[in-house]
C-alpha cells in the first residue's frame, strides 16, 4: 500500500526556540506513524507586506479597538527593548538541529508558489503556533488562501491566534476558508472563541505538540553535581520595579548560584542584564537542556512556560505584551496557574507553589485526548 505523504505548514523558518521544538514535535509523532512527512518550506514574501492593499488593510484595522491597544500596548513595548543583529552562528546552530534530527522541507516557496506544490500532498496539517495571528491580510496563507483547488485533506492542528476580531473585509473570506478545513483544533481559548464567532465550525481544544513528543533525541541526563541554576529566557521588554530585583529575589529564596540566559538578540536583549551567562547562539538542543536541567525558569514565553511544566519545573511566567497576552492567560486559567503566570505589573514571589499531583494529570489527560484528535485526522478517509 501506497505510504500517504503530509505536508505541514507552519511557521518554521525563524529562530524560535519555541515554534521549531513544537514543529519538530508533530512531525516525529506523525513520522512515527509510518506517513512521509515534510515541511512546506514556504516563507511569506516580502513584496506582498508593500502591497497597497495589505498596507490599507493595517491601517483600517487600526479602527478595531483590540486591535488598536494591542498595537499599541507592543510598539511602546518594543521602544523599551534593545536590540542588535543575531550572530551568524545562531542561524548555523538551528540548520545544524534540523539536519540531525533528520527533518525533511519542501522547495522553498512563497505566496505566488505554494500553489505548485499543494497537491503533492494526501493531506496538509496548518499548525501549530500563532498561524492565524495576522487575519486581516490580503491573502491568508495559513488557512490555504491560494491559487489552486487543492484535493487532498486539510486538517489544524493547534492553530493559535492573538487576534480577537477578524476585520469585517475579511469574514467572508475567513468563514469560506475555514469551510474547507475537515477539521480544526486550537491550543488556546482566544482562538477558540475567535474560530467559532467567526465561522460555521466549533473547534476541538488540544494540546501544544511539545507535549505530545518526549524529546529523548534531544535531552542530555541531569548530570550530578550540577550547580542549581535560574534559566531565564526574555522575549519581551523590562518590567514595574526591574527583572534585577525580582531574580536577586529568587536567588535568594531558591538558594540558585547562577543566572544562565538565552537571548535572541535580534528581538530583545534584557536578559543581558541579569545574568551571570549568557548565550546568543544556542542550539534549539541546547536550549532545551538548560530548561530541563534549571533549578527554576523565568520566562515571558509561552513555550518556555510549557516546557517547565512538562518537566515539572519551579517557574514564572509574565507578560507584558498584549500579543503575547492571550495564550499565557490561556495556560494560567486552564490550570489554575494566576500564582505563578500573571501580568508583569501583578506577579510576586511570595506565593510560588506548583502542585504537579494536581497538574501533571491534567496535562497527561490533555495529551490523550490531543493525540487522539490528531491520529484521527491522519485516519479520516
Same mark, same amino acid.
Given at each position: 500500500?501506497?505510504?500517504?505523504?503530509?505536508?505541514?505548514?507552519?511557521?518554521?523558518?525563524?529562530?524560535?526556540?519555541?515554534?521549531?521544538?513544537?514543529?519538530?514535535?508533530?512531525?516525529?509523532? @506523525?513520522?512515527?506513524?509510518? /506517513?512521509?512527512?515534510? +515541511?512546506?518550506?514556504?516563507?511569506?514574501?516580502?513584496? #506582498?507586506? *508593500? %502591497?497597497? !492593499?495589505?498596507?490599507?488593510?493595517? @491601517?483600517?484595522?487600526?479602527? /478595531?479597538?483590540?486591535? +488598536?491597544?494591542?498595537?499599541?500596548?507592543?510598539?511602546? #513595548?518594543? *521602544? %523599551?527593548? !534593545?536590540?542588535?543583529?543575531?550572530?551568524?552562528?545562531?542561524?548555523?546552530?538551528?540548520?545544524? +538541529?534540523?539536519?540531525?534530527?533528520?527533518?525533511?522541507? #519542501?522547495?522553498?516557496?512563497?505566496?505566488?508558489?505554494?500553489?505548485?506544490?499543494?497537491?503533492?500532498?494526501?493531506?496538509?496539517?496548518?499548525?501549530?503556533?500563532?498561524?492565524?495571528?495576522?487575519?486581516?491580510?490580503?491573502?491568508?496563507?495559513?488557512?490555504?488562501?491560494?491559487?489552486?483547488?487543492?484535493?487532498?485533506?486539510?486538517?489544524?492542528?493547534?492553530?493559535?491566534?492573538?487576534?480577537?476580531?477578524?476585520?469585517?473585509?475579511?469574514?467572508?473570506?475567513?468563514?469560506?476558508?475555514?469551510?474547507?478545513?475537515?477539521?480544526?483544533?486550537?491550543?488556546?481559548?482566544?482562538?477558540?472563541?475567535?474560530?467559532?464567532?467567526?465561522?460555521?465550525?466549533?473547534?476541538?481544544?488540544?494540546?501544544?505538540?511539545?507535549?505530545?513528543?518526549?524529546?529523548?533525541?534531544?535531552?542530555?541526563?541531569?548530570?550530578?553535581?550540577?550547580?542549581?541554576?535560574?534559566?531565564?529566557?526574555?522575549?519581551?521588554?523590562?518590567?514595574?520595579?526591574?527583572?534585577?530585583?525580582?531574580?536577586?529575589?529568587?536567588?535568594?529564596?531558591?538558594?540558585?548560584?547562577?543566572?544562565?540566559?538565552?537571548?535572541?538578540?535580534?528581538?530583545?536583549?534584557?536578559?543581558?542584564?541579569?545574568?551571570?551567562?549568557?548565550?546568543?547562539?544556542?542550539?534549539?538542543?541546547?536550549?532545551?537542556?538548560?530548561?530541563?536541567?534549571?533549578?527554576?525558569?523565568?520566562?515571558?514565553?509561552?513555550?518556555?512556560?510549557?516546557?517547565?511544566?512538562?518537566?515539572?519545573?519551579?517557574?514564572?511566567?509574565?507578560?507584558?505584551?498584549?500579543?503575547?497576552?492571550?495564550?499565557?492567560?490561556?495556560?494560567?486559567?486552564?490550570?489554575?496557574?494566576?500564582?505563578?503566570?500573571?501580568?508583569?505589573?501583578?506577579?510576586?514571589?511570595?506565593?510560588?507553589?506548583?502542585?504537579?499531583?494536581?497538574?501533571?494529570?491534567?496535562?497527561?489527560?490533555?495529551?490523550?485526548?490531543?493525540?487522539?484528535?490528531?491520529?484521527?485526522?491522519?485516519?479520516?478517509?
Amino acid at each position: 500500500m501506497k505510504k500517504e505523504k503530509i505536508g505541514i505548514l507552519t511557521m518554521h523558518y525563524k529562530s524560535n526556540y519555541g515554534g521549531i521544538l513544537q514543529s519538530m514535535a508533530l512531525y516525529k509523532i @506523525i513520522q512515527k506513524d509510518n /506517513y512521509i512527512v515534510e +515541511f512546506i518550506d514556504y516563507r511569506p514574501s516580502v513584496v #506582498s507586506s *508593500l %502591497k497597497l !492593499s495589505n498596507i490599507v488593510r493595517k @491601517i483600517i484595522m487600526f479602527f /478595531y479597538k483590540d486591535f +488598536f491597544l494591542q498595537k499599541v500596548n507592543d510598539y511602546f #513595548s518594543k *521602544l %523599551k527593548i !534593545s536590540r542588535k543583529r543575531v550572530p551568524q552562528s545562531l542561524y548555523k546552530s538551528f540548520e545544524d +538541529f534540523k539536519k540531525a534530527n533528520d527533518l525533511n522541507y #519542501s522547495r522553498q516557496v512563497d505566496d505566488s508558489s505554494i500553489s505548485n506544490i499543494l497537491n503533492q500532498y494526501d493531506i496538509v496539517i496548518v499548525g501549530s503556533d500563532q498561524v492565524w495571528s495576522n487575519l486581516g491580510k490580503n491573502q491568508l496563507i495559513y488557512m490555504l488562501d491560494c491559487d489552486i483547488n487543492f484535493t487532498g485533506k486539510l486538517f489544524a492542528y493547534a492553530a493559535c491566534s492573538s487576534n480577537k476580531v477578524i476585520p469585517f473585509y475579511n469574514r467572508n473570506k475567513v468563514r469560506n476558508l475555514l469551510s474547507k478545513f475537515d477539521g480544526i483544533t486550537v491550543r488556546d481559548r482566544n482562538t477558540y472563541e475567535l474560530i467559532k464567532k467567526y465561522s460555521q465550525k466549533s473547534p476541538m481544544l488540544v494540546a501544544d505538540p511539545s507535549l505530545l513528543y518526549d524529546y529523548t533525541d534531544v535531552l542530555d541526563k541531569k548530570k550530578s553535581g550540577i550547580e542549581p541554576y535560574l534559566f531565564v529566557y526574555i522575549l519581551g521588554c523590562e518590567i514595574k520595579g526591574g527583572h534585577s530585583n525580582i531574580i536577586e529575589q529568587l536567588k535568594k529564596k531558591y538558594g540558585l548560584k547562577k543566572v544562565i540566559a538565552v537571548v535572541i538578540s535580534d528581538i530583545s536583549l534584557e536578559a543581558e542584564k541579569i545574568a551571570d551567562e549568557v548565550i546568543y547562539d544556542a542550539s534549539p538542543s541546547v536550549w532545551l537542556n538548560l530548561l530541563y536541567n534549571a533549578s527554576f525558569v523565568y520566562t515571558d514565553s509561552f513555550h518556555g512556560c510549557m516546557f517547565s511544566m512538562k518537566y515539572k519545573k519551579m517557574f514564572i511566567g509574565y507578560y507584558v505584551s498584549l500579543s503575547r497576552a492571550s495564550r499565557l492567560i490561556d495556560l494560567k486559567e486552564r490550570f489554575s496557574l494566576s500564582n505563578i503566570i500573571s501580568s508583569a505589573d501583578n506577579f510576586c514571589i511570595d506565593n510560588i507553589n506548583i502542585d504537579y499531583s494536581r497538574i501533571t494529570p491534567l496535562l497527561e489527560e490533555q495529551v490523550k485526548y490531543s493525540l487522539t484528535c490528531l491520529k484521527g485526522y491522519l485516519s479520516f478517509k
